[in-house]
């Protein structure tokens, strides 16, 4: 097996000695409160911001939870720049307070507003209700852009896991006008195709790592049970005909995980179709390491380079084409 990082190593020990059990071995609800219990031990406390805020808004499958971030030092009363914030979690695990630390840090990092969407979870409400309410957020925060304070045109998505998929394809129904258009798209070890065949995710092992092929055949069948649902590019974006057109996207992959092969192949695509990408690969890291910002000494400087990439797109916002001047189906 490739290098491990030291303190990936570390983790995998601590959660050997005290017994962690496997997502895949729990039923939802008692993987649910396992995941929450295991922030205190991953997790610095969130970085202090100028501004939070909780709203709740109409979601098509009820009231949708939302928090607002606003970024240290920025501006009060000024429109600023936004990251809706899709939260990882394999659609069926994750909050709003499981990933604060990381939409605290980015609000910092990038000058701007972090927008987190509260979205229904799987197996109660499977596939397709998380885009619904993902999409219902984009199109309230477009609305209510001058009253939040966030300018309307520098509107990023982003997510890790599957928050990441959840951003891919936002932004493709972004691009094909079915939601207002976003300039940029933020995945960070994304789920990018959900109709994997086969008894493992690519020939890397991944067992013993925190998440495994078996992990991720759990979340499926909790999140999208039918298959034939699997292909659908709201589910795979991976398999959208083109991804001309997309805004452009930062991708990070990490080594020890099963979804390393259909990231690095969804940023390949991303750039094959003419969309600026840039990808950072980190070869002995573990998928969800960036909620492990007490134990993993790579999270801080990996959430920094995510926020300057984000700054960069603020700035050059508007330099280029759009992408509702490239509209394509998906």
């Avoid at 896991?161 to 976003?182: E, Q, T």
């Amino acid at each position: 097996m490739p290098h491990i990082h030291p303190d990936v190593q570390a983790v995998l020990a601590a959660a050997r000695a005290a017994g962690s059990k496997l997502f895949e071995t729990m039923a939802p609800q008692d993987a649910r409160v396992a995941y929450e219990a295991r922030r205190a031990f991953l997790q610095l406390p969130p970085a202090p911001v100028a501004e939070k805020r909780d709203v709740t808004i109409g979601g098509p499958g009820g009231p949708l939870a939302l928090r607002l971030y606003r970024g240290a030092g920025t501006p009060e009363g000024q429109p600023l720049p936004c990251l809706l914030y899709l939260h990882g979690g394999g659609w069926a695990l994750g909050s709003l307070d499981s990933h604060e630390g990381v939409c605290c840090t980015l609000a910092n990092e990038a000058a701007c507003w972090v927008v987190a969407v509260d979205y229904r979870l799987a197996p109660e409400q499977p596939f397709p209700a998380a885009v619904e309410d993902c999409a219902a957020a984009l199109n309230w925060l477009a609305a209510q852009a001058s009253k939040v304070g966030v300018d309307r045109d520098r509107i990023a998505v982003g997510g890790d896991s599957a928050g990441g998929n959840l951003a891919a394809v936002l932004a493709l129904m972004s691009r094909d006008g079915a939601l207002p258009c976003v300039m940029y798209q933020l995945l960070l070890y994304p789920a990018v195709d959900l109709a994997i065949t086969g008894g493992s995710y690519g020939d890397k092992p991944t067992d013993g790592m925190t998440i495994t092929p078996a992990t991720m055949r759990y979340f499926l069948d909790h999140y999208i049970p039918k298959p034939s649902d699997r292909v659908d590019w709201r589910a795979s974006p991976l398999r959208a005909r083109t991804l001309a057109g997309l805004p452009p996207a930062f991708v990070l992959t990490c080594g020890h995980d099963p979804l390393e092969a259909e990231g690095r192949a969804y940023a390949d695509r991303l750039a094959a179709d003419g969309v600026p990408v840039t990808t950072v690969h980190l070869s002995d890291h573990t998928h969800g390491m960036l909620t492990m910002s007490k134990v993993v000494g790579a999270v801080s400087p990996t959430l920094a380079f995510v926020g300057s990439k984000l700054r960069d797109a603020w700035r050059t916002a508007g330099a280029g084409a759009t992408a509702a001047e490239h509209r394509g189906a998906a």
